[in-house]
């Protein structure tokens, strides 16, 4: 074999990995703007392709199609950033599972809630409103219900766990407790329609929450 052959070069995909991670952190941006500012049904995938710089193709690639991007959009917003990384496994959810006392928990979940909801409720509202005449996004939207339900279940058995719940209630009925204490249509009330300011209301969602959880301190 003659020396001047220069040995094959290895193929580096990291930056390819790199763009494709920054096209769909465009695209997620993008939509967010358009579909918050015009509307689900008048928003055109062209639309968000033109804003963020890539195809149509490129879009339904990574998101198959426009309730599969609405969808990421949520997750986005619930989680705060698109890492791949389970709510249970974050910093912030894990503080909440190690805090020991049931009323720190729910204070520490009422701010994280607060927080997340800031972002989350334009989406679930967007979604909400375009489920009524979509079936796709109508699917979509029972997901996401189906999901935050299951979040309320496991957080209703972290709290069975502290074993002070209020006269043994169930596992159930804590769920829901907590389903309706931490639900889009108080924040909805409080917080969209009578603008309450977020620390008003993280201490009410939490005060409620402690109240009919553990009874009165």
Request: aromatic share 6%.
């Given at each position: 074999?003659s020396?001047d052959?220069k040995p094959r070069?290895?193929?580096d995909?990291?930056r390819r990995?790199?763009?494709a991670?920054q ?6 941006a993008a ?5 918050l500012?015009?509307?689900y ?5 062209a ?6 710089g ?9 998101f198959t199609n426009k309730a599969g991007?609405?969808?990421?959009l949520?997750?986005v ?5 698109d890492e ?8 912030e959810?894990r503080?909440i599972?190690?805090?020991p ?10 701010e994280?809630s607060?927080?997340?909801m800031?972002r989350v ?6 979604v909400r409103?375009?489920?009524t005449t979509?079936p ?6 029972r997901?996401t219900?189906?999901?935050?339900l ?5 957080f ?8 002070r719940l209020?006269n043994?209630?169930?596992?159930g ?6 389903w309706t ?12 329609e009578r603008?309450?300011p977020?620390?008003?209301y993280?201490?009410?969602?939490a005060d409620?929450?402690?109240?009919a959880?553990?009874?009165p301190?």
């Open positions: 074999m020396e052959v070069r290895r193929y995909s990291s990995v790199q763009q991670q096209s769909r952190r465009d695209v997620l939509a967010r703007t358009l579909f500012r015009n509307g049904a008048p928003t055109k995938l639309e968000i392709a033109a804003e963020s890539v195809s149509v193709e490129t879009i339904y690639k990574a991007l609405v969808k990421a949520f997750d917003a619930v989680a705060g950033d791949p990384v389970a709510m249970a496994d974050r910093d959810i503080a599972i190690a805090e006392d049931p009323a720190r928990k729910l204070e520490m979940y009422a994280h607060t927080r997340a800031a409720a334009p989406i679930q509202v967007l409103g375009a489920a979509d796709a996004v109508d699917a979509v939207w997901k219900r189906d999901e935050l299951n979040a309320m279940t496991q209703a058995h972290d709290l069975r766990a502290t074993g209020r043994a209630l169930p596992s009925q804590v769920r829901d407790i907590l204490s931490f639900s889009l249509e108080l924040y909805e009330l409080l917080v969209l603008q309450w977020p620390g008003r993280a201490a009410f969602v409620l929450a402690k109240h959880l553990l009874g301190s």
